[in-house]
């Protein structure tokens, strides 16, 4: 059983930063980590990746304001979020794909993130 556990929402202001953190539990191996997130009244959109091969990438919304990271071997993704707005205000929730066959996702219980004006 796969088990994600995230950490690091709440409210800020414009401007400031915050870090969220999603760690996997379980021997498995990952195909991909990610970070995606839903505001009221819209769809879940993808905001970060980042493959088992390096590769990362963002939303156009954030591009140079939120870094994907990932420790491999503690199985955590990190996501750094610089200069945050008030339409980054959203349940941010991650996601692991596992190199099951076929790979399956799974999700987070996803962290408010809060930004005000």
């Known amino acids: 059983q796969v088990q994600l556990v995230e950490s690091g929402g709440g409210l800020v202001q414009a401007g400031e930063s915050l870090r969220l953190s999603c760690s996997a539990s379980?021997?498995?191996?990952?195909?991909?980590m990610g970070w995606y997130r839903q505001a009221p009244g819209k769809q879940r959109e993808l905001v970060a990746l980042s493959t088992s091969g390096s590769t990362t990438n963002y939303a156009d919304s954030v591009k140079g304001r939120f870094t994907i990271s990932r420790d491999y071997a503690k199985r955590t993704v990190f996501l750094q979020m610089n200069s945050l707005k008030p339409e980054d205000t959203a349940v941010y929730y991650c996601n692991v794909v596992v190199a099951y066959i076929p790979p399956r996702d799974y999700w987070g219980q996803g962290t408010q993130v809060t930004v005000s004006s």
């Open positions: 379980g021997t498995i191996f990952i195909n991909a």
